[in-house]
């Protein structure tokens, strides 16, 4: 899979940031845009763009999976910007009413660095990008050395139960924390698994990163009482963990590996 798509691959010479409009239809990318400080230029967005808070005044034009091509086609964008497989129907539809269409899937921490560093050159915006990508490559670096001796069970949902593997991106983020995913090779990066495979495998520590499920909801699973993660309280939910900075291909992605980093440290004591 190609990590940076461009809509329009022809194209290539920077657009002024200042002079342009923009509609974002990724939470990823509105992050990415307004911490290279180009928030003034978005002049649309999906409701899932939460972040930073001060996007909420910025007009809604859909969610992600349904943006609303009638409102991006009013709203005039010199550009759109969007990521993922599940965006490709949009993307099509957008360039084939000649809007000007850039697509971006970091699928790891390098190809986060590269997209930072393309849509910082596609707004004029190079320098800033290039030191963004420094702080984050040194926030992680910063970490102290972990041997993966701690193993843990993400859950991104759980009907059916969900989980990635080491191939996606949060796999990636998973390693840079110093942590050793139970499921490291999967048909896909995100894939269904059996809850008594789960079992099998013992984890040490489980995250949960969606709403609606508590510790104790994990504890109580049948089979699960087993299991290193319940037995010792080694159960993350979003209560304790803010799963944007850890699901989220975006600038944040350093605080959520520190976080991963502090967890597994924890775990080994």
């Known amino acids: 899979m190609l990590v940076i798509i461009t809509g329009c691959s022809t194209q290539e010479q920077n657009i002024d940031s200042t002079e342009q409009s923009i509609i974002i239809l990724s939470p990823e990318i509105a992050e990415i845009v307004c911490a290279l400080g180009a928030e003034q230029s978005i002049i649309g967005i999906t409701q899932e763009c939460d972040y930073p808070p001060s996007l909420r005044k910025k007009p809604i034009v859909g969610s992600f999976s349904s943006p609303n091509v009638e409102r991006i086609v009013q709203s005039r964008p010199d550009l759109v910007l969007l990521s993922g497989m599940e965006q490709d129907m949009i993307k099509h539809s957008l360039e084939n009413l000649d809007i000007e269409v850039y697509q971006y899937f970091p699928n790891s921490l390098d190809s986060l660095y590269q997209t930072i560093i393309s849509i910082g050159s596609l707004l004029d915006l190079s320098n800033r990008a290039d030191s963004l990508v420094h702080y984050m490559k040194n926030e992680i670096n910063s970490l102290p050395p972990h041997n993966h001796f701690t193993s843990i069970f993400v859950e991104i949902y759980h009907s059916p139960l969900m989980t990635v593997s080491d191939n996606s991106f949060v796999g990636d983020v998973l390693d840079h924390a110093g942590l050793t995913n139970i499921f490291p090779d999967l048909p896909r990066e995100y894939c269904a698994v059996s809850s008594e495979k789960i079992v099998e495998m013992n984890p040490d ?24 993660a319940v037995q010792k309280d080694q159960i993350y939910t979003v209560e304790d963990i803010n799963p944007d900075i850890i699901l989220r291909a975006g600038p944040r992605i350093s605080e959520g590996i520190q976080r991963l980093s502090q967890i597994a440290t924890m775990t080994n004591e």
Not at 206 to 213: C, D, K, N, Q, R
Not at 214 to 228: A, F, H, M, T, Y
């Open 205 to 228: 520590i489980i995250l949960i990163t969606y709403p609606g499920v508590s510790s104790q909801d994990v504890k109580e699973r049948l089979g699960w009482n087993v299991i290193s």
